[in-house]
């Protein structure tokens, strides 16, 4: 009885076929870099959202609000939970209290090609310096009481194109453009911020969105957030503030994950199918070949793993293509709109150690799956006929 055939036969048996291989391995490696592309987008889009905001900021909103635009926050109560224990207090400014006002605006895209909607986010000095990953990388900041803004850098790229020294029409005012903030490639970076009390003014509202507080300490959340609960006239909901954003990725990531899943499904029905008539044509073209292995005293099995391996070989070829080409994709900046809240989204995509692992087990599991069947007729040719008429 002989042992298995070697992976160097399995190899040679591949590269023999150069153009079949090379054309089904291409098929596949289109398959994969859909499937690879759908995943990077899931994590890019989750990567920004995630990274919004601090842990040690808690971001406050109305009850029952899901998002920001939906909430409304009293002056009244804005003054009453900046008097709680637990907050962080700056010397000269008080506690760590941003009264903040989330508006979205329509903006003319750059090719002309309609509008978009992006978040104008009225923030204070303080909030500013509470979000420690925003740098303000060209110009300078707003000053407080005056129609001036900074932008995102994802919104001076792109189809928005907006720029430093630039004008902005919205709220019945002109604001000029008078800095850019790098905010680390978080949600921040496709904002637009102004002072929270001329947003106040400037859309007549009696009420701001939310709240930002910073807490003294890591565990100076449960004492905030148990005197809040003493005061039942305050009926907000208070997260943590890189949590909430990261909550609102979920719906977004989850659908671009499941769209693009059911797509890469139909598809690799195809590149399996294609495997499959690669394999069965190496059958066919082989049937002395295994004829002899088998005379030789080859078992079923063996020729069966032989063929498993082949496919395993291809699907691992096609994958490593098709994962190449999706690493270029890192270079592509894109702009969605998020579900969540309806604003333009720019993120980029991201390639992990996770994703190219399950990139690569989805590539080889195509080419097994293509392979079974021609490995099983293979092994179930019957060692007289294969010499016979191989």
């Known amino acids: ?7 160097s036969y399995v190899a040679r048996n591949l590269m023999a076929r150069k153009l079949t291989t090379l054309l089904t391995a291409t098929g596949m490696a289109l398959v994969v870099f859909v499937f690879a592309t759908v995943l990077m987008m899931t994590e890019g889009l989750r990567h920004t959202l995630a990274g919004t905001g601090s842990y040690n900021n808690v971001i406050i909103i109305r009850q029952g609000s899901q998002t920001e635009v939906q909430s409304t926050v009293t ?6 939970i900046a008097s709680l224990p637990g907050l962080a207090s700056h010397p000269s400014q008080g506690p760590m209290v941003s009264r903040e006002v989330i508006v979205l605006v329509n903006v003319p895209r750059q090719d002309g090609e309609g509008l978009a909607n992006i978040v104008v986010h009225g923030t204070t000095p303080v909030g500013i310096g509470m979000r420690e990953q925003i740098r303000v990388v ?3 900041s707003f000053r407080p009481g005056s129609s001036e803004v900074i932008i995102g850098k994802g919104l001076t790229r792109g189809k928005l194109g907006l720029r430093l020294g630039g004008v902005l029409n919205f709220g019945q005012r002109e604001w000029r453009i008078v800095g850019v903030f790098d905010a ?21 509202r009696q009420s701001y969105s939310s709240l930002v507080v910073g807490l003294r300490d890591a565990n100076s959340f449960e004492t905030f957030a148990e005197a809040l609960a003493q005061k039942p006239s305050i009926k907000v909901d208070i997260r943590r503030e890189s949590l909430f954003y990261a909550d ?20 690799s029905i195809g590149a399996i199918i294609g495997a499959m008539i690669t394999m069965y ?4 073209n082989r049937t002395q070949e295994i004829g ?9 099995m063996n020729i069966i793993s032989a063929f498993i391996q082949e496919a395993m070989l291809l699907g691992a070829l096609a994958g490593a293509i098709g994962l190449g080409l999706a690493s270029f994709m890192q270079l592509v900046e894109i702009s969605t709109t998020n579900i969540q809240t309806f604003s333009e989204v720019v993120f980029r995509l991201i390639l992990t150690p996770t994703i190219a692992l399950q990139v690569m087990i989805f590539s080889i599991l195509m080419g097994v799956l293509g392979g079974v069947l021609p490995a099983i007729r293979a ?10 008429f191989g």
């Open 75 to 80: 002056r009244e109560q804005a003054n009453l």
């Open 281 to 284: 044509a190496s059958v066919a």
């Open 138 to 140: 060209e110009g300078r």
């Open 184 to 204: 680390g490639s978080s949600g921040f970076d496709s904002e637009v911020w102004a002072d929270s009390e001329q947003m106040m003014q400037a859309f007549r």
């Open 1 to 7: 009885m002989r042992t298995g055939l070697s992976f």
């Open 379 to 388: 092994a179930r040719l019957e060692i007289v006929n294969a010499l016979r």
């Open 292 to 300: 002899t292995l088998r005379a030789l005293g080859f078992q079923r």
């Open 248 to 267: 609102q990725s979920k719906k977004m990531s989850g659908f671009i994950e499941i769209l693009g899943k059911s797509i890469t499904l139909i598809f």
